[in-house]
Nanobody
Framework: QVQLVESGGGLVQHGGSLRLSCAAS????????RGWFRQAPGKAREFVAA????????DYADSVKGRFTISRDNAKNTVYLQMNSLKPEDTADYYC????????????????????WGQGTQVTVSS
């Protein structure tokens, strides 16, 4: 059973930091491109960050550039999202995703590029 499980969400003050983790089951996830998306109440899901299978390429939404960092540990089948200088507008449910294809050097910023999704973890930033 393919499974992605997010953790690390919570309540943080404006300017604070959180680190989200996304652990994957299945040995082939270490070879798949991964991404983070978020969805705020009443809004569409939006791209946050992406990383290629080997970590050599990363991409970020303009709204998080310079504040968020995506990384991965393939030995642990885990992807991370370090979020610094958090703002109230970062409040959302955060979802990790994985591509079904292996060994892709590119990064992907469209939800349709991903085939596996986690259940989400909530991040709330108070003002």
């Amino acid at each position: 059973q393919v499974q992605l499980v997010e953790s690390g969400g919570g309540l943080v003050q404006h300017g604070g930091s959180l680190r989200l983790s996304c652990a994957a089951s299945g040995r082939t996830f270490s070879s798949k491109a991964r991404g983070w998306f978020r969805q705020a109440p009443g809004k569409a899901r939006e791209f946050v960050a992406a990383i290629s299978w080997d970590g050599g390429s990363t991409d970020y939404a303009d709204s998080v550039k310079g504040r968020f960092t995506i990384s991965r540990d393939n030995a642990k089948n885990t992807v991370y999202l370090q979020m610094n200088s958090l703002k109230p507008e970062d409040t959302a449910d955060y979802y990790c995703a994985a591509d079904s294809r292996r060994f892709r050097s590119a990064t992907y910023d469209r939800a349709n590029d991903y085939n596996y999704w986690g259940q989400g973890t909530q991040v709330t930033v108070s003002s």
